[in-house]
């Protein structure tokens, strides 16, 4: 969408028109749902914090000063209510399968997963044992890093965006990603125990 | 180490070499070392592809949009609500009002005859039932000093570490105030622990709790 195109859907929004709320919710409720769904681990608890994220914007979007940083800002709002539901939950947010059939079918098949050939199953295979390790890792990174890495890859932010959700410089950013993506390739690679 | 490994490494070490030449060294966007750290991620990232994206339930985007209609349709309500908020002149989270209005209540409509307690008690459970409503409702009813940073935050006027700490803060202290709450109202059902619960809110006593025009519904 167009800067101009987004400038007025906002605008109208504020002035509490239903339609440019729908528009805004088409717009975004995939990325962000995508985001709470593997910050959570669950599908329902993502449902409820994407509808709460929405109803929310609603409330606070009057006072919203749009600098052509909504995705920012939306993402930002839905940093907050996953970390506030992880606190609330005491406890570590389990991973989702990363390649599981409920996943697949569940949560619909995209283009990115579809990106790999899987048309022999010694790929399939290979391609699940890697997801599964990959998964682990996730699941192991400390909670900055990780977030900088689903804000990355889940909901195709720049660095730049990432670091204006989370409140630091550029450079911290960076190197959370760094770091974290340094200790999942480790983990990756160190022998399995199990 | 793998071939595929030691190959990235070689491309990543040529990358770096190129940067050192060419990058300006100076801190900040575009310097050397972001650039670096981009170099290394992106060689890092590769392992990530292929990650299914998941897609929202169109059930769920559904209730979504009747929830922020729900919501939009609310706010005339919601404004009403806020103003009765405005009303109380406490520096306390709205929970701590809730238990004061507890208190006046009951003083007020002592009971006296001999079905009066059980009647009592109802307005009770009614009033424990707002204070946890309100209790939910925090961010709203909150006043402590540290919600406008956090509101700021919300807002996306502020994005430093100290609003989110601020925001933390103002959530701990409402849990904090939420539980006390609990607790208090636990002791006011009791009989025998009303006037102490006044005594506790000299506010009230000092006559500085204004209710104005709002009545509690029994």
């Known amino acids: 969408m167009e800067v101009d195109e987004l400038t ?11 339609s440019a709320y ?71 947010p389990p991973m989702m399968p990363l390649l599981s059939d409920s996943d697949s079918e569940a949560a619909g098949t995209g283009p990115r997963e579809t990106a790999r050939d899987l048309d022999t199953p010694s790929r399939d295979l290979e391609h699940q044992e890697e997801a599964d390790a990959l998964q682990r890792g996730l699941a192991a990174l400390p909670e900055p890093e990780r977030e900088v890495i689903m804000l990355r890859h889940f909901s195709d932010m720049t660095f730049a965006q990432i670091a204006e959700i989370m409140g630091t ?4 950013a960076l190197a959370r990603a760094h770091r974290g993506l340094a200790r999942l390739r480790k983990q990756m690679e160190a022998p399995d125990d199990s | 180490m793998t071939p595929d490994e030691r190959e990235r490494m ?17 801190p900040g966007p575009g310097s050397l070392e972001h650039l670096k750290l981009q170099v290394r991620i992106a060689a890092d990232e590769s392992r990530l592809q292929g990650i299914p994206t998941v897609w929202v ?3 769920c985007v559904a209730r979504v ?30 929970p701590l009002a809730a238990a004061a209005v507890v208190a006046i209540v009951v003083m007020v409509n002592r009971p006296t005859g001999p079905s009066a307690p059980q009647a009592s008690y109802s307005a009770l459970d009614a009033l424990v039932e707002f204070a946890e409503e309100s ?25 430093s570490p100290a609003a989110e700490s601020g925001y933390d803060e103002a959530e701990t202290e409402t849990d904090r105030l939420y539980e006390k709450l609990r607790d208090e109202l636990d002791s006011l059902k009791k009989p025998g ?13 000092a006559g500085t709790f204004d209710l104005g025009s709002w009545s509690w519904p029994v």
């Open chain 1, 8 to 18: 007025t859907l906002v605008e109208r929004a504020r002035q509490g028109e239903p």
């Open chain 1, 22 to 92: 729908d528009a805004l919710v088409d717009l975004y409720a995939n990325r962000l749902f995508g985001f709470l769904f593997r910050m959570t681990g669950s599908r329902a608890d993502a449902e409820d914090l994407l509808q709460e994220l929405f109803v929310r914007v609603v409330r606070m979007l009057p006072r919203y000063e749009h600098r052509g940083n909504l995705e920012s800002w939306l993402f930002r709002i839905a940093a907050n209510l996953g970390r506030d539901h992880i606190r609330r939950v005491r406890r570590r």
């Open chain 1, 169 to 172: 410089p550029l450079g911290t």
């Open chain 2, 10 to 26: 070689a491309d990543i070490e040529r990358d770096e070499q190129w940067l050192r030449d060419h990058a300006p060294g100076t």
């Open chain 2, 57 to 59: 339930d169109p059930a």
């Open chain 2, 65 to 94: 949009k009747r929830a922020v209609r729900d919501e939009l349709a609310g706010r005339t309500a919601g404004a009403a609500r806020s103003r009765f908020r405005r009303l109380l002149p406490l520096s306390i989270g709205g």
């Open chain 2, 135 to 159: 209790a939910t409702d925090r961010a709203d009813a909150m006043s402590l000093p540290n919600l406008d940073a956090l509101e700021e935050e919300m807002l996306g006027f502020a994005w």
């Open chain 2, 193 to 205: 622990t009303i006037m102490q619960a006044g005594e506790d809110y000299p506010w009230y006593a």
